[in-house]
């Protein structure tokens, strides 16, 4: 497994911590780049701009990636076009919202 693949992996770790599905299912990620240093960017959004647990998933971010071995350096940088909508979940994400909310 390269580099990327691992780092996309290790996202799949990482919940928003409001609905406890994680932010790679949710499609909140939108691109992750490694350059020649190692050193990592991620282009991701919220589902809302106000969104009040974006320290709490950036530091997470920042932590789980740069666990990896030979990663240098994490940046995250938020962008908001495209606009999240719930569209963008993959079906993991909406199977575990649908168990989330079902009566017990």
């Not at 050193?39 to 991701?44: G, K, L, N, W, Y």
């Not at 908001?80 to 079906?91: F, G, L």
Request: charged letters at 35%.
């Amino acid at each position: 497994m390269d580099l990327k693949e691992r780092i996309w992996t290790v996202l799949e770790d990482v919940l928003d911590p409001e609905v406890h599905v994680n932010i790679v299912d949710m499609g909140l990620v939108y691109e992750v780049n490694v350059d020649a240093d190692n050193r990592v960017s991620i282009e991701m959004t919220l589902t809302v701009p106000e969104c009040p647990m974006k320290d709490e998933i950036v530091e997470d971010i920042t932590e789980k990636i740069g666990a990896i071995p030979g990663v240098r350096g994490v940046d995250v940088k938020f962008v908001w076009e495209p606009k999240w909508t719930p569209a963008r979940m993959n079906d993991a994400a909406i199977e575990e919202f649908k168990r989330q909310r079902s009566p017990v």
